[in-house]
């Protein structure tokens, strides 16, 4: 069974640093790779996935991921941190050749200090 | 993009009795729904697939008599929570099954 693991509860970044929330999986088969964002008291945003191809994602706010397989790592970067960005962010997989369930990592609460 | 809605967006409701939540596919079919529920700071696990015209199909440990999952057309799934006690109380999100990028708004359910 595919399972995703987020290192880190919590993330705090000074605005205008760069930003990382690190992500790694585990699958049987290929892995549909995603970032959601979730933002109090509201359902998630999808904010990018992996699937084929390049191993660099770019995706929605500024928010880009590196798809890394030796490293079973998918982390999610921001070159430039905004306030904006505090919210609980979730990786999750997709094992699309088998029980093709998503799976959720538990989430890392980024916090971006003005 | 395709479109998800739930209804309700948040419903309070006394122990012992049954709520029903609704998730539709506004512009799209959906043959297949997941249902998740999220509990406050967690992370969203999932309860069971829906599959229209079929039985859901439930993750170990989920109470099946007790989360009630119906996706009776291609448009809509639906979980009833039966004799809802406090302990159920979460954010019940669904998400179709061919569009990962698009969850329903989500339903948070309280039990007094």
């Known amino acids: 069974a595919q399972s995703v693991a987020q290192p880190e509860d919590q993330v705090n970044v000074a605005e205008g640093n760069p930003l990382t929330v690190k992500c790694t999986y585990s699958v049987s088969g290929n892995p549909y790779l995603f970032w959601y964002v979730q933002y109090p008291n509201r359902g998630l945003q999808f904010l990018l996935k992996y699937i084929t191809g390049d191993n660099l994602v770019k995706g929605s706010y500024g928010f880009e991921a590196e798809f890394n397989k030796s490293q079973t790592s998918f982390h999610l970067k921001k070159p430039s941190a905004l306030v904006s960005d505090s919210a609980l962010y979730f990786c999750a997989v997709r094992d699309r050749g088998r029980d093709d369930k998503i799976i959720f990592g538990k989430g890392t609460r980024l916090h971006i200090l003005p | 993009g395709a479109v998800v809605s739930q209804h309700p967006s948040w419903v309070i409701c006394k122990s012992g009795t049954s709520v029903k939540i609704e998730c539709r596919s506004l512009d799209f079919q959906a043959t297949t729904m997941f249902w998740y529920r999220q509990f406050p700071k967690q992370s969203l696990m999932l309860m069971a697939t829906?599959?229209?015209?079929?039985?859901?199909?439930?993750e170990q440990g989920v109470e099946k008599d007790k989360f009630l999952i119906n996706h009776a057309s291609l448009t809509l799934s639906t979980l009833t929570v039966t004799s809802a006690h406090p302990e159920d109380s979460s954010f019940y999100i669904c998400t179709p099954w061919e569009y990962e990028q698009y969850f329903g708004p989500g339903t948070r359910l309280t039990v007094t």
């Open positions: 829906s599959n229209e015209g079929s039985k859901a199909t439930y």
